[in-house]
């Protein structure tokens, strides 16, 4: 497989042959107003400019994956250029009915036994938050991949650490791992997903595996940055297995 990490929680993941498109956000730099009652009310979303082309991103994208439609994983830039008849995977029928009344007309729900051309694709869990947070921040997902010539692949989406993700890490067993960890928080009801301490549970409950984390600096409610995770896996001596990429770098595993 390959990972490409694009901006945000947005990524290029080849798989099995196919070419997955996962949470776009393909607005250019500052088009949208700020999340509110949080940090850096100054700055516009996206804070950071697409690092390649959105023609590039788009090319060849046999299907795309919207865990969940906040404007930061599925936005009106992603909406107008996709094309209307791709491939595209919502978390539940709620999602589904409001992506096609963007005329979307190949919206498929996913379950935890769809299949597409050969890939087994499991719908995960997720928390967006601890506590009273979650009545705002709404249903997520993620989503684990699995091919017969393919290492298992989890993306776990905008969720904070909690018991379903580790069950899935205990039943799954993936080998690579995709975390939001960005800490994104409003001024008040914590993490939205995850911190530092989350990637480390992730890590001690899948030791062996290899860890990506995505969702940093890109949107104005971050709380963790880049640097601030690197010193801290490497101060846990984790390093080896915890990657941090900078948007458009990419990994073949």
Same mark, same amino acid.
């Given at each position: 497989?390959?990972?490409?990490?694009?901006?945000?929680?947005?990524?290029?993941?080849?798989?099995?042959?196919?070419?997955?498109?996962?949470?776009?956000?393909?607005? !250019?730099?500052?088009?949208?107003?700020?999340?509110?009652?949080?940090?850096?009310?100054?700055? *516009?979303?996206?804070?950071?400019?697409?690092?390649?082309?959105? %023609?590039?991103?788009?090319?060849?994208? !046999?299907?795309?994956?919207?865990?969940?439609?906040?404007?930061?994983?599925? !936005?009106?830039?992603?909406?107008?250029?996709?094309? &209307?008849? /791709?491939?595209?995977?919502?978390?539940?029928?709620?999602?589904?009915?409001?992506?096609?009344?963007?005329?979307?007309?190949?919206?498929?729900?996913?379950?935890? !036994?769809?299949?597409?051309?050969?890939?087994?694709?499991?719908?995960?869990?997720?928390?967006?938050?601890?506590?009273?947070?979650?009545?705002?921040?709404?249903?997520?997902?993620?989503?684990?991949?699995?091919?017969?010539?393919? *290492?298992?692949?989890? /993306?776990?989406?905008?969720? #904070?650490? +909690?018991?379903?993700?580790?069950? #899935?890490?205990?039943?799954?067993?993936?080998?690579?791992?995709?975390?939001?960890?960005?800490?994104?928080?409003? +001024?008040?009801?914590?993490?939205?997903?995850?911190?530092?301490?989350?990637?480390?549970?992730? +890590?001690?409950?899948?030791?062996?595996? &290899?860890?990506?984390? #995505?969702?940093?600096?890109?949107?104005?409610?971050?709380?963790?940055?880049?640097?601030?995770?690197?010193?801290?896996?490497?101060?846990?001596?984790?390093?080896?297995?915890?990657?941090?990429?900078?948007?458009? %770098?990419? +990994?073949?595993?």
């Amino acid at each position: 497989m390959n990972i490409q990490h694009i901006r945000n929680a947005t990524l290029v993941v080849e798989y099995g042959g196919k070419r997955f498109l996962i949470d776009p956000m393909l607005a !250019d730099k500052g088009s949208y107003p700020p999340f509110p009652n949080s940090p850096r009310q100054d700055q *516009k979303n996206p804070l950071v400019s697409l690092p390649v082309s959105v %023609e590039t991103i788009i090319n060849n994208i !046999d299907a795309v994956i919207v865990t969940h439609l906040h404007y930061d994983h599925w !936005d009106e830039a992603a909406m107008k250029v996709l094309p &209307k008849d /791709i491939k595209l995977f919502a978390q539940n029928e709620e999602d589904a009915t409001e992506i096609k009344a963007s005329g979307f007309n190949n919206v498929e729900v996913l379950y935890e !036994d769809t299949v597409y051309e050969g890939i087994q694709l499991i719908k995960t869990k997720g928390e967006h938050g601890r506590g009273e947070i979650l009545k705002i921040a709404g249903q997520v997902c993620g989503v684990v991949f699995k091919h017969p010539l393919e *290492k298992t692949l989890y /993306i776990a989406g905008d969720t #904070v650490w +909690y018991d379903a993700v580790h069950d #899935v890490i205990n039943s799954q067993s993936p080998e690579v791992i995709v975390v939001n960890a960005g800490d994104n928080q409003f +001024y008040e009801g914590g993490s939205l997903v995850m911190g530092k301490d989350d990637v480390y549970e992730v +890590y001690k409950a899948a030791p062996n595996a &290899k860890i990506i984390t #995505v969702h940093m600096e890109a949107v104005n409610h971050w709380a963790l940055s880049r640097d601030e995770l690197k010193g801290f896996i490497q101060d846990k001596g984790i390093s080896p297995n915890v990657y941090v990429p900078m948007d458009n %770098e990419s +990994y073949t595993i």
